[in-house]
């Protein structure tokens, strides 16, 4: 899961989509503008590193959304 900044409409979410299905391993992207993007992807063929940039070659920006803590059984 990537957290988006700067993609604020639709224009901008499908940029980010393009960018992120350009990348060699990507299967399926799923973004929601000014919020996140579901990325499901190779990762024996690429670091998430890759995805990151590929948003930011877009012109936006985007950090790794870490998951939140699961409660303890």
């Known amino acids: 899961m990537l957290q988006l900044k700067g993609v604020?409409?639709?224009?901008?979410?499908?940029?980010?989509?393009?960018?992120l299905k350009r990348v060699a391993?990507?299967?399926?992207?799923?973004?929601?503008?000014?919020?996140?993007?579901?990325?499901?992807?190779?990762?024996?063929r690429l670091?998430?590193?890759?995805?990151?940039?590929a948003v930011r070659k877009a012109g936006y920006d985007a950090v790794l959304a870490t998951r939140p803590a699961e409660p303890p059984l």
Not at 47 to 53: N, Y
Request: glycine share 8%.
């Open 8 to 19: 604020r409409d639709s224009t901008g979410a499908r940029r980010v989509e393009r960018a």
């Open 47 to 53: 670091r998430a590193i890759q995805l990151v940039l």
């Open 25 to 44: 391993g990507v299967r399926d992207v799923a973004v929601q503008p000014g919020s996140r993007a579901k990325v499901m992807f190779d990762s024996s």
